[in-house]
C-alpha cells in the first residue's frame, strides 16, 4: 500500500463471537493503537451489541459471557436478515444533503460498537482519533 511489507491496517473481527472482546493490541499502552480515552470498564470485557438505536428489548438480560455473546450474535442477525438493500445500506447522503436514514448495520452493531468502546470512539466526531474506528470499518 505505501512501498513497506511491515505496513498493515489493524482489523477487528468484532462480529465473530471469539473476537467479541477488544483485542489486545489496542490494549497495549505501548502500541500506537492504545487509545487512554477508552472506556477502561469495557477493554477486556465481552463487547455488548444490544446498546444504542437498534437494541432489541426482548433479548434476555445476560450474567455471563455466552449469553452477551449469543445476544450479540442476535443483534447480527437482525440487522443482516433484512429485506431490501436500502433497509441494510440507508439512504444516499451527499455533502451538503440531509442526512438520511442510516441502514440497519449503521444502525444497530456498528453504532454499538462506537458506544461500547467508548472514549473519542463513542463521539461521531472524534470517532476517528481511535484506531479502533478504522479497524471496525475496513477501507473498502
Known amino acids: 500500500l505505501i512501498g513497506r511489507k511491515t505496513f498493515a491496517l489493524p482489523y477487528?473481527?468484532?462480529d465473530a463471537p471469539d473476537g467479541m472482546m477488544l483485542p489486545p493490541i489496542?490494549?497495549?499502552?505501548?502500541?500506537?493503537l492504545y487509545d487512554a480515552n477508552r472506556d477502561q470498564a469495557h477493554v477486556t470485557a465481552v463487547m455488548?451489541?444490544?446498546k444504542g438505536p437498534g437494541a432489541d428489548n426482548e433479548l434476555p438480560l445476560c450474567s455471563d459471557d455466552a449469553c452477551v455473546k449469543e445476544n450479540n450474535l442476535s443483534v447480527?442477525?437482525?440487522q443482516m436478515a433484512?429485506?431490501?438493500a436500502l433497509q441494510f445500506h440507508g439512504n444516499k447522503f451527499c455533502a451538503g444533503g440531509t442526512p438520511g436514514s442510516p441502514g440497519s448495520l449503521e444502525n444497530a452493531a456498528h453504532t454499538?460498537?462506537?458506544i461500547w468502546v467508548g472514549g473519542d470512539m463513542g463521539?461521531?466526531?472524534t470517532a476517528g482519533r481511535d484506531p479502533v474506528s478504522s479497524a471496525i470499518t475496513p477501507p473498502v
Open 82 to 84: 433484512v429485506d431490501t
Open 26 to 32: 489496542f490494549n497495549n499502552a505501548s502500541s500506537p
Open 48 to 50: 455488548d451489541l444490544n
Open 12 to 14: 477487528w473481527n468484532w
Open 76 to 78: 447480527i442477525y437482525r
Open 123 to 125: 463521539v461521531l466526531g
Open 112 to 114: 454499538a460498537v462506537h
